[in-house]
């Protein structure tokens, strides 16, 4: 496990990054997002996949987009390590408190991630049309794509990503959607969801 602080658009934040898997659980939005950073941190270690966590230790949380996240080098380091990326984002839709998006450019990917989450308490969209458009996760410059093989975004709404809807430190996610992730991330690793 290593650590590194970088800056990004003047915002300081604590890189997480080990080297693993050729699955790559990414967390661009951690602390900003809760929850996202502890869920990706779980699943890549019950699976052995590799692992990035972006946290920000001071200041006011800030959101940076995706698409202007730029390559810093463990970012660059976990995209030429990695072949597909599960990138791990929080929603906060109001009229969709139990919808996973799952985006990305990997759709094949995307599939078997949201039949290991069907039949939880969420409910997994893939079809793009119904994913709002700022949720998609496909464009070229998000990190989701910049895999060999593309990537899943997957959407989460508060409840699935955290125990306590008030932020809290550390979060906790919920067991449930962690046993699936992983039950899907496995499946991924077995060959299912074959590169696009």
Do not use: K, W
């Not at 409910?123 to 060999?148: A, E, K």
């Not at 093989?149 to 959407?155: F, H, I, S, T």
């Amino acid at each position: 496990m290593h650590t590194e602080r970088v800056t990004i658009e003047g915002v300081a934040f604590l890189t997480t990054l080990h080297l693993a898997g050729p699955i790559g659980l990414l967390a661009l939005h951690g602390g900003v997002e809760g929850g996202t950073a502890e869920l990706a941190r779980e699943v890549a270690t019950r699976t052995g996949a590799t692992l990035l966590t972006f946290t920000q230790p001071t200041g006011p949380p800030q959101h940076i987009p995706s698409i202007r996240m730029s390559p810093c080098t463990p970012l660059t380091t976990f995209l030429t390590h990695a072949t597909l990326t599960i990138s791990l984002h929080g929603h906060s839709r109001r009229s969709a408190p139990r919808t996973i998006y799952v985006g990305g450019s990997n759709r094949p990917a995307a599939r078997v991630l949201a039949t290991a989450l069907a039949g939880s308490p969420f409910i997994p969209i893939t079809t793009l049309s119904g994913i709002p458009h700022p949720l998609r996760g496909l464009h070229p410059d998000n990190p989701v794509n910049g895999t060999r093989d593309g990537g899943v975004q997957l959407e989460l709404p508060v409840l699935a990503r955290t125990t306590h809807p008030v932020p809290t430190d550390p979060e906790i996610p919920p067991r449930e959607v962690v046993d699936r992730l992983v039950t899907g991330v496995r499946r991924l690793l077995e060959g299912e969801g074959a590169p696009r």
